[in-house]
């Protein structure tokens, strides 16, 4: 890519901070993250063709007052990627109410996507990039869990976030190829990033951690390693990211199991979005929908 401008949400550590350094050499980037002291090393390592601008993506009310910021610095978009996420077994709300995990990796996503694109052209992107885990199989129940019931735990929710992001990119394709956008859903596999090593796991992933490490012993890889595949879908270098919306570990196309396609559940989940998303939201009122 050359003198495009790319907004990476969740661009302070792990994949999006490798994609964003490798852009950034010939592109506008401007990351998100929490971390000043990241998103300002980011800055004052790459100049003025990099952006840093702080926030808790996992807060929806802080969204509104971010994208306008984005939108002040940005005349136009041509890339959005949301690569922030965060991995913990342990419940946890946000102030806003919402379960942590899925407030960061899908509701904060859509509402994104929303208020981003929605006013106008320039910031119709051509590519949204989704980096969750696509391709989990979609059970008949995952209906009933919206709204996450309060004994769930993070890691349910992170779970249901992540099949989320794919019934929401199916949902979305044909509505933002209307508008010129494509939409890819990335499944990263094993990444040597924060959440993967800091992040908290079951007790069974614990124990069984030992077997697990030598089982993937020599594939798990680096954020830098794993960037080029957004980076060739970026590029328009991938063709089967052109021609599916769900992308694998290995940046093959795939279609998804039949309940993960079916047209009314992926309604059900983004009827059930709007209706959380303006639950939550106090100062602002999505009232058109994408």
């Known amino acids: 890519m050359h003198n495009k401008r790319i907004v990476i949400l969740g661009g302070t550590d792990g994949i999006g901070r490798a994609l964003a350094s490798t852009l950034v050499a010939e592109n506008e980037v401007l990351i998100v993250g929490r971390s000043a002291h990241k998103g300002d090393s980011f800055v004052k390592q790459h100049g003025e063709q990099a952006t840093f601008l702080s926030a808790d993506l996992s807060l929806l009310?802080?969204?509104?007052?971010?994208?306008?910021?984005?939108?002040?610095?940005?005349?136009?978009?041509?890339?959005?990627v949301h690569a922030a996420d965060l991995l913990r077994v342990q419940r946890l709300n946000t102030a806003e109410g919402l379960e942590i995990s899925i407030a960061t990796n899908y509701y904060s996503r859509v509402l994104f996507n929303q208020l981003m694109i929605g006013?106008?052209?320039?910031y119709r992107p051509e590519r949204i990039i989704h980096v969750a885990a696509a391709g989990f199989p979609t059970s008949k129940t995952f209906m009933e869990n919206f709204p996450l019931p309060e004994g769930a735990s993070s890691f349910k929710g992170h779970g249901?976030?992540?099949?989320?992001n794919d019934v929401y990119g199916l949902g979305m394709q044909q509505k933002l190829a209307g508008m010129g956008t494509k939409i890819n859903i990335l499944n990263p596999g094993t990444v040597d990033t924060d959440i993967r090593r800091k992040g908290q796991f079951p007790k069974i992933v614990k124990v069984l951690s030992p077997f697990i490490g030598l089982l993937l012993a020599g594939r798990i890889r680096s954020p830098e390693s794993y960037a080029e595949i957004p980076l060739r879908i970026l590029n328009r270098n991938n063709p089967e990211a052109e021609s599916h919306t769900l992308i694998n570990s290995r940046g093959k196309g795939i279609s998804g199991n039949s309940r993960v396609n079916d047209v009314d559940m992926q309604k059900a989940l983004y009827e059930h979005t709007q209706l959380e998303v303006n639950r939550v939201l106090r100062d602002v009122e999505i009232t058109s929908w994408l």
Do not use: W
């Open 160 to 164: 249901l976030g992540q099949i989320s």
């Open 61 to 80: 009310n802080g969204l509104p007052p971010l994208v306008q910021k984005i939108k002040s610095v940005f005349p136009s978009v041509d890339g959005i």
């Open 119 to 122: 006013e106008g052209p320039q």
